[in-house]
Each structure stands twice: as C-alpha cells, then as structure tokens.
C-alpha cells in the first residue's frame, strides 16, 4: 500500500471517528431537549412575591477588582443589622437573592454582588478563570465587611464555587470575615463527570462522549431567546417538573439575560474545576444544602463535600430537599431563609 492509499485511509477513518462523534452528541443534545419538551408544563400559580423587585432601592457600593474592574455590589439594609454577602451562580445576576432580600433586608444587612460578565458587572479583560472567581470574591469581602465583624457567606452553584476559591487562595481570611457559610446546590471537582442532564443509561464506553457534550454545551456564546422551548429547556435542566410557573418563568428570564461569550467562557472556565482544598480551609461552621432532583450539581457532590466537611469537624449540616432542583433557594425559598435565619441564630456571638 502506498503512502496516498494510507492518507486517504487515514482521512477517512478520521472523519468517520468525528462523524461518529457529532453523532452521538446529537443523540445526547437530541435526548436532551425531547425529555425537556415531553416533561410536564409547570404549575401555574399566582405571581411569587418574594420574587418581586425590592421595594427598597439598593445602596451600590464602591467595589473595584484586582485587576481595576468595576463589580456591581448592592446592599440592603440597616449598615448595623447581621451581616450576609450573597454569591449568586453561572447566568444568573443579584436577581437571583430576591427571595432573600425581599426577606431579610429590612432587618438584616444584605449584600449580593454581581460576577464578572453577568448582570451590571463588565467581564473586564483578566482571563476568566476559576481562581480569579475567588479573587474577586476577596475583593468584595475585604470591601463591605467592617473590620472586627463577620458575615454569613451562601453561594449557590458557581457562587459556591466562588467561595470554595476563596478559601483556597485566602485560608486566612476565612475565620477573621466569615462567621459561617452556606454551600447551596454547587460542587467542588468533577462538574461534567457527574452532570445528570442526559436521560439515557449510557455504556461506559461513551462516557467520554457525555464529557465533550457537556463541554460544548457549557462553552456555547449563542444568545438564548426567551421561547416558550426555552422555558421548557430551563425548567428541565435548572429546576424540577413540580416546579411553580413564576419560578421556570423567572429564572428563564434571568438566564436569558447573561451575554453569551460571558456564558460561554465562563462555562470554559469551570469544566475542569477542582477547589476540594477550599474545603480545608472552611474552618467555620458549613452548611451544604442540595434539591434531590438537581441535574447540575446531583447530591453527590453536596455528599461528598459534607464527607470531608464532617471530617474535619465543621459541617454544621446536609440538607437535601425531595422533589426540588438546581435553583433550589428559589424553589424552596421559605425553608431557605429558614436555614439562614437558623444559621445565624446559631453563630451569633
């Protein structure tokens, strides 16, 4: 045989291995979407009032990355009242809190910020990147918490991703800014590996497939139109199929509004994510909540990080919720805020 045939043969069992490729991830994205169109319609209900803007106008504080970008931080509040700084996760914005600022920001001191590239926030020009998560956390921190006080920290999804960053990077700020923290609906490594969004009982020999689906669907920049597929989609992947129409409509809406280069490159950043070390260094009483339908961030993961949390002696509890998914202080936000409110009670002093 010579050396053209063997090319030629070589080209051709190439294409054939990246035309079996994209054709398995189109079953997989194929799968995807027809169990989002098939699963039940959300139920309607009346508006949600925790998930109305605030009444009470924000006070935006002055918060400037390392790198000189601009983040949008609000608070609510009295300056005095107990302390809560609020992470909020991948596409979404300070919106997310509503339901936590709606309750706890006339008596409490609220504050919530956006990530770089989402809500008010510009990307800035720092490569993005896991670690540069918890950096600008830092930022925030050493900003709006007074010296000699401490906050309650809660980050939900890439927010407690955040928070595990930080307390990689800063170990030692931990115990002197954070009187507790809240690890809701997130993850420490292995992201893709886990994900439970492809209905299908896969051989693992197309285990792999299943990663590369996932890393193009998390570094996708396309814009995402509000549709009425869309909020299907949304309902299927984010919450649960028991969810409450205003929850799947608000939360369409939100995600909808994060530019799609700032998705995608977000969604880059995080494929490979590994901040398990931020685990050692949360030294103050932790708490894990998780929805038991959640297809982001399964509970294996909230079992997992409450495993070494309980090993070094500060989980302070796993709370994993039946029949509630991956935005799960929106779709449980009464038995959340009650966990806050606990939590605190708990740490006063």
Same mark, same amino acid.
């Given at each position: ?9 070589? *080209? ?22 027809? #169990? ?9 209900? %009346?508006?949600?009032?925790?998930? %109305? ?7 935006? @504080? +002055? ?11 609000? *608070? ?5 009242? &107990? ?78 991703? $955040?928070?595990?960053?930080?307390? !990689? ?40 497939? &299943? ?9 996708? $920049? =396309?814009?995402?139109?509000?549709? !009425?597929?869309?909020?299907? =989609? ?14 799947? +409509?608000?939360?369409? &809406?939100?995600?909808? #509004? ?30 894990? =909540? ?6 982001? $961030? ?16 500060? @989980? ?17 936000? &009464? #038995? ?14």
């Amino acid at each position: 045989m010579n050396k053209r045939n063997v090319a030629v043969g070589g *080209a051709a069992v190439g294409a054939g291995v990246v035309a079996a490729g994209a054709a398995i991830t189109g079953t997989f994205l194929g799968s995807i979407l027809r #169990a989002a169109l098939l699963a039940p319609d959300p139920v309607a209900d %009346q508006p949600d009032p925790l998930l %109305q803007t605030p009444r009470q106008a924000p006070e935006h @504080l +002055d918060v400037r990355a390392a790198d000189g970008t601009a983040l949008n931080v609000v *608070a609510y509040g009295p300056p005095d009242g &107990e302390l809560m700084v609020l992470v909020h996760g991948w596409t979404c914005s300070t919106h997310y809190w509503y339901p936590q600022i709606n309750s706890f920001g006339d008596r409490y001191r609220v504050i919530a910020y956006d990530q770089r590239g989402h809500g008010d926030s510009p990307r800035g020009k720092t490569k993005l990147s896991v670690d540069l998560l918890g950096q600008d956390l830092q930022c925030v921190l050493t900003e709006v918490v007074p010296k000699g006080r401490r906050a309650l920290v809660a980050g939900h999804s890439m927010g407690g991703m $955040t928070i595990l960053s930080w307390a !990689k990077q800063f170990p030692e700020a931990v115990p002197e800014v954070a009187r507790a923290v809240v690890l809701t609906s997130t993850c420490s490594d292995h992201l893709l590996p886990n994900l439970g969004l492809i209905p299908l009982d896969l051989p693992t020999v197309l285990s792999p497939m &299943e990663y590369f689906t996932g890393r193009l669907v998390a570094g996708a $920049t =396309v814009h995402l139109p509000r549709t !009425k597929m869309s909020r299907k =989609v949304t309902q299927y992947i984010a919450l649960n199929t028991t969810s409450r129409r205003s929850h799947v +409509d608000f939360c369409d &809406e939100m995600v909808s #509004a994060c530019p799609g280069r700032s998705r995608g490159k977000w969604g880059n950043a995080m494929v490979d994510l590994d901040v398990t070390a931020g685990l050692d260094a949360l030294v103050v009483p932790t708490l894990v =909540v998780v929805g038991a339908d959640d297809k982001l $961030t399964p509970k294996l993961h909230a079992e997992a990080m409450a495993s070494v949390l309980r090993g070094r002696g500060h @989980l302070d509890d796993l709370v994993v919720w039946p029949g509630i998914g991956h935005m799960s202080s929106i779709e449980n936000a &009464e #038995a959340y805020n009650n966990l806050l409110t606990d939590l605190l009670d708990r740490t006063a002093g």
